[in-house]
């Protein structure tokens, strides 16, 4: 007998919430200071369990305001993320379906509708949404997608002791020091001049994606290899690139310190939204795995923490998924703008001011046109839904994954070939069928997706380019 999506959610999401409250419009204009880290995992937090890291201001931010323990990156890819963070939008309608396509421009994002606002919109740091080069200049215009006040960024690169970015001008600036560091002084310059107006402020980190090894000898001391502890699905993990990672992460924790006190120092903490999240996160030897572009936990769980004191509840943990298209409906709810038709994501701002987490079966999860990394593991092209319990994936034809992360937390008993689990199969195939609909996705092979796309042609150049010489 077929399973109904009410069926599901009775079976794969009990206890669930009602529908979220729409959110208030706030008293003040709100400011909101987005901070994006580029391959930062969820579980690699002190507030999210993990002991041996030290994140002093990403737990304050949490135990201050509202932390997601359920938040997945869509498509845990570094430039689909980004577009589907901005647009709120899946990458089949925004266009953005890989690495090193460009986002198309003609489209509202969080930036265009803030600015609109009247906000100053800003940039810095990497953007990676520009196409290749990934050393192209970004002029002033529509491919800024709406950061008009201020840009001080640089498409793609991961030298982390050779800061670079562009400003308005295509001369490129080469400084010295740790890429974070300076790109919070540049934040930091900006809040100075803006504190008295609105405004949207984006600081995209490079770190903690690799390489591990490019980080200060201050925050790699804090680290010693042989006495952390591997998580169960990963014991032949190197030691030395997680040490690495931990201490990029302790950096970018240290910077966000030096934001949260400039804000106070200016008088204008209360009125800013402060938002810490990643576009996807790292595998780090579990499952015998590197990097991203798969479904386990590792891959697509993410931070997400946001916290205004006196508007935002301190302290709570709500229990609702919360996937990266939800973001730019979100943050535009909360900051009193209205959110586009177009967006696809959901606005959950009721769950952050204390009301009850939606009545939501799952969020989908997918890899369109695998790139870069994943052809070292012969990747292809997946789809899939995590639910609070589930996680299930496939290829085009075959079963891939299926778990039950409650009673395997880490995901180290896979479900999908077992007959006894066929109804939960089905189950999860039908919310996953649900979500192809929806999203208007064909599910086809890479090469006749591209051609369905539109983009066979926009690949092979990307993929020349590369094949080339271009850095990736």
């Known amino acids: 007998m077929a399973v109904t999506r009410r069926g599901f959610l009775h079976m794969a999401n009990a206890g669930t919430g009602l529908s979220a409250l729409p959110a208030r419009r706030a008293e003040k204009q709100t400011n909101i200071l987005l901070i994006l880290a580029d391959q930062h995992r969820g579980m690699d937090l002190r507030c999210a369990g993990n002991s041996q890291i030290q994140t002093p201001n990403l737990d304050r931010l949490a135990w201050e305001g509202v932390f997601f323990d359920n938040a997945i990156a869509n498509s845990p890819l570094c430039t689909p993320s980004r577009g589907i963070l901005l647009t709120g939008k899946y990458p089949i309608a925004n266009g953005c379906v890989s690495n090193d396509l460009p986002l198309p421009t003609g489209q509202s994002t969080l930036a265009t509708v803030l600015t609109g606002r009247g906000y100053r919109s800003g940039y810095i740091g990497k953007w990676h949404l520009d196409g290749i080069p990934r050393s192209k200049f970004t002029p002033p215009g529509p491919r800024r997608h709406g950061f008009d006040a201020y840009w001080a960024a640089y498409n793609c690169h991961h030298e982390y002791f050779k800061p670079k970015f562009y400003l308005d001008a295509p001369e490129l600036i080469e400084t010295s020091g740790y890429e974070p560091d300076v ?39 804090l680290y010693d290899p042989e006495k952390l502890t591997l998580r169960p699905n990963a014991p032949n993990a190197n030691r030395s690139q997680i040490s690495g990672y931990y201490a990029h992460i302790t950096a970018l924790d240290a910077n966000l310190g030096r934001l949260i006190q400039i804000l106070e120092e200016l008088g204008i903490r ?12 790292d595998m780090l030897g579990s499952h015998d795995r590197k990097n991203k572009q798969q479904p386990w936990e590792e891959s697509i769980q993410v931070p997400l923490i946001f916290s205004q004191p006196g508007r935002l509840p301190a302290g709570i943990k709500p229990d609702a998924l919360f996937g990266t298209a939800d973001l730019a409906p979100t943050l535009l ?3 009193g703008a209205p959110v586009p038709g177009e967006m696809e994501g959901q606005d959950l701002s009721g769950s952050l001011l204390g009301g009850a987490s939606p009545a939501r079966e799952s969020v989908p999860i997918l890899d369109i046109i695998p790139a870069d990394q994943a052809k070292q593991w012969n990747g292809r092209t997946w789809r ?15 079963g891939w994954v299926l778990y039950d992360n409650w009673a ?3 995901q180290q008993d896979n479900l999908i070939n077992r007959p006894v689990h066929r109804q939960l199969r ?23 997706m591209l051609a369905h796309l539109g983009l066979s042609e926009a690949w092979r150049e990307r993929e020349a380019h590369f094949q080339a010489g271009g850095k990736w």
Do not use: C
């Open 384 to 398: 899939g839904v995590r639910t609070r319990r589930y996680t299930y994936a496939r290829f085009v034809d075959e």
């Open 426 to 448: 089905e189950v999860m195939e039908n919310e996953l069928q649900y979500w192809l609909k929806r999203l208007h996705d064909p599910f086809l092979p890479e090469p006749d």
């Open 183 to 221: 790109q919070t002084d540049l934040a930091i310059n900006f809040l100075k001049q803006n504190a008295a107006r609105p405004f949207f402020l984006m600081v995209s980190y490079g770190p903690p994606h690799d390489p591990y090894d490019q980080v200060p000898d201050a925050y790699k001391s």
């Open 408 to 410: 395997d937390p880490y």
């Open 270 to 281: 209360e009125n800013t939204l402060i938002v810490y999240t990643s576009d996807h996160g």
């Open 333 to 335: 709810s909360l900051a």
